[in-house]
């Protein structure tokens, strides 16, 4: 017997086609590929299409023309006006002791340093007996002398060869002293150069020698003294700006780890330039003060004039080579070259000497990514730039 539930057919599966069973996930895809096609289409048409070349946006400034500063910039280093090396004077010898330090101030005639006396001592000593007995020795001679005249003149029982012999010795013993003053003052000058002493009054800027240590002529200076204390800035000036420099002019002079500047005043300038460098040099006298010590570094600067131009940011200035030039934008809105000639920096911008009258639209930053002729978009409208 046959099963009649085997012979049931599915009559839904028959009944319902396999499209739309299919229908919802078609009808998503179908939603999905519409949505990226607009989105695509509406960031295409954001962009300006094909057709909308890419135009970088430029700010610009207009410099017009401004009054300005022309200064003078020399570099250079501290140093003593007078810088005095003291060394041995004479025969030298062992140092025994220093009395003084770097950065001392010490007097006329202050011992700095004192040097072994062990042989002048003793020789002084015996020059200084031999001139006693060379005087005592004298009186006696002059003595007789003075008794043989006597006797000559009263009585006659000398001759004249004899008072004349006598009279030759107390010349002689007298002769003999004064070889002996000058043999004991030649013995206690070095003896007395035993004691290393300040030349003048001053700072002590170096120290170059320790205890034991012989020093013989010849030798390297034992200290440096600033005399009086007094310092001032040596620099090197290029040839160009040396006779826009005056005797008496006031500079300014900055040192590296100080803010504040110092004032100082032109003292000498060099009447020769270094034909292998093309520089002269200069000496600007400084106050004392601490601060400035010999050897740190220096800059200076003079206000030499005054003028009126152009003042451009240093970021739209560019070099190619040793031509320096600025980016403009014209009136097609596209990028002009302009060779220029500039200044002082200032802290408004740079002095452009030449190439430019002021009314340019100068393209402020970026312009090194620009090509001449390259067409902009000014973002500031051409008003100048703060």
Do not use: C
Not at 19 to 41: D, E, H
Request: aromatic share 4%.
């Amino acid at each position: 017997m046959t099963d009649p539930n085997s012979q049931r057919v599915d009559f839904d599966s028959i009944a319902t086609p396999w499209f739309l069973r299919k229908a919802p996930l078609i009808t998503a895809a179908v939603i999905f590929a519409v949505g990226s096609i607009s989105i695509i289409a509406w960031r295409h048409a954001r962009n300006g299409g094909p057709q909308q070349p890419d135009v970088p946006l430029v700010t610009v400034t207009v410099p017009g023309r401004s009054p300005y500063t022309i200064s003078v910039h020399f570099n250079g280093a501290i140093i003593a006006r007078y810088d005095m090396p003291i060394g041995i004077e004479g025969e030298g010898g062992r140092v025994l002791s220093i009395l003084v330090e770097a950065g001392d101030h010490v007097k006329r005639g202050q011992v700095l340093a004192h040097l072994d006396t062990s042989v002048m001592a003793p020789q002084v000593a015996s020059l200084r007996a031999a001139l006693e007995q060379s005087r005592a020795d004298a009186e006696l001679a002059a003595a007789d002398y003075h008794r043989a005249s006597k006797i000559a003149e009263s009585v006659g029982a000398l001759s004249k060869e004899e008072v004349e012999k006598r009279r030759t010795t107390s010349v002689t013993s007298a002769a003999r002293v004064r070889t002996a003053e000058a043999q004991l003052a030649e013995a206690e000058a070095r003896l007395k150069r035993t004691d290393i002493v300040a030349p003048e009054d001053g700072i002590v800027l170096t120290r170059s020698v320790e205890v034991g240590q012989s020093m013989t002529a010849g030798s390297p200076a034992m200290f440096r003294l600033a005399r009086g204390g007094d310092v001032e800035m040596k620099a090197a000036v290029a040839e160009q700006d040396i006779p826009k420099l005056k005797i008496g002019q006031d500079v300014a002079v900055t040192i590296t780890g100080v803010e504040s500047s110092f004032p100082g005043k032109v003292r000498l300038l060099s009447p020769v330039i270094d034909p292998a460098t093309r520089l002269g040099e200069v000496r600007i006298s400084l106050p004392k003060d601490p601060v400035l010590r010999p050897g740190a570094f220096a800059r200076g600067t003079a206000v030499v004039g005054s003028d009126v131009q152009p003042l451009v940011p240093q970021t739209a200035l560019l070099m190619d080579g040793p031509t320096s030039y600025v980016l403009v934008v014209g009136s097609d809105n596209k990028v002009e070259r302009r060779n220029v000639r500039y200044g002082d920096a200032q802290a408004a911008g740079i002095a452009v000497l030449e190439g430019l009258s002021g009314q340019e639209k100068v393209i402020a930053t970026a312009g090194a990514f620009l090509k001449e002729g390259e067409l902009v978009r000014v973002a500031n409208d051409g008003k100048q730039a703060p």
